[in-house]
């Protein structure tokens, strides 16, 4: 229920995801989520789950599987679990092993959410924005959120982390790609001073259809303004575990939930439970919407492309398709 994987990681290896949230609970709704829209946009914490079924369920997958890192991830925004701090402190004490969030760094600017952050010995918070107007165009915050505070936030927590802090910038064509935009979000990466800065494109089917990722030569440009980036740009590669699932079916849409698969990889699952049919099934049913992205085929849960949403200020966004589907 809590945890997923491991899944490969092009950063992490091989990740045993915790997701502590309901799906798409997050202060920010970014036009490329692979998630999809965000459909709960709220900066309040809350324990939505027991801490100690989580952490119980944690305890148990990590006697059967191996992997690198146990990453808090979430179905959205990880911080906004209130208990966060606690599992992270339970986890490393008891499991011994490297512990990463991947999070938006929206919530940095609250100390107690920077504390709680302080024992993980990865942090990978995102910037895609070097200034307001930008940041509301491509990461669509809370109403509450400013571009300087979540700034202001990330670089503190620079000051206070002593572990590894990897900034990760997504760039989306025709919105933080020009030379002037790179040149502010270099700025602000210089302020923040990561230990590493990764570039990355989107790959899987974006939260908006019109999103595309930026040409080659936008990319290395990229790299070159923000000095010591690495570009990531390729598809991931490995297995899934497959372990705690009883069925083909139950895996792809547990895992496609999380974690959008695409064609080949689905496939690669139905061989792994020696199932055939599986997949022409969950097609024919509408329980897998396939979707072009990208000159990549992916099978999508279909509650990836259904339901409508109020206004982005209200907490949603429009009641646009959430993609291109395949006719």
């Known amino acids: 229920m809590y945890t997923y994987g491991p899944v490969p990681s092009r950063r992490l290896g091989l990740s045993l995801g915790v997701s502590t949230i309901p799906p798409k609970t997050c202060s920010y709704t970014c036009v490329y989520c692979q998630l999809g829209r965000t459909t709960h946009l709220q900066t309040k914490r809350e324990g939505f789950f027991s801490k100690t079924d989580i952490f119980e369920e944690i305890i148990e997958r990590s006697q059967s599987i191996k992997y690198d890192y146990l990453t808090f991830v979430g179905d959205g925004e990880p911080t906004l679990y209130q208990d966060l701090g606690w599992l992270i402190r339970k986890c490393k004490r008891t499991l011994r092993c490297p512990i990463a969030v991947i999070t938006n760094g929206s919530l940095l600017f609250q100390s107690d959410v920077r504390r709680e952050l302080l024992e993980a010995d990865v942090v990978m918070p995102t910037l895609d924005a070097g200034n307001e107007t930008t940041f509301r165009k491509v990461n669509r915050p809370h109403r509450s959120i400013e571009f300087s505070e979540m700034l202001l936030g990330q670089i ?161 966004v429009s009641n646009e398709p959430h993609h291109r589907k395949r006719k």
């Not at 989107?202 to 080659?216: G, H, K, T």
């Not at 997949?279 to 339901?307: A, D």
Request: a negative charge; charged letters at 25%.
């Open 156 to 316: 503190d927590f620079r000051l206070e982390f002593s572990g590894q802090i990897w900034l990760e910038v997504m760039l989306v064509k025709g919105k933080n790609d020009t030379d002037n935009e790179l040149l502010s979000i270099a700025e602000a990466v210089n302020d923040i001073q990561p230990d590493r800065v990764y570039i990355t494109t989107p790959i899987r089917p974006p939260a908006e259809p019109w999103v595309e990722p930026p040409d080659i030569t936008t990319i290395l440009r990229a790299q070159e303004i923000i000095g010591g980036a690495v570009t990531v740009t390729e598809l991931e590669s490995g297995n899934f575990g497959l372990s705690e699932f009883a069925s083909a079916k139950k895996a792809i849409i547990e895992i496609g939930s999380r974690h959008p698969l695409r064609i080949e990889q689905v496939t690669e699952i139905e061989r792994s439970f020696s199932e055939t049919g599986v997949v022409h099934r969950m097609l024919e049913e509408k329980e897998l919407i396939q979707v072009e992205y990208c000159s990549q085929e992916y099978l999508l849960p279909s509650h990836f492309v259904r339901g409508t949403h109020n206004d982005i200020d209200k907490g949603g």
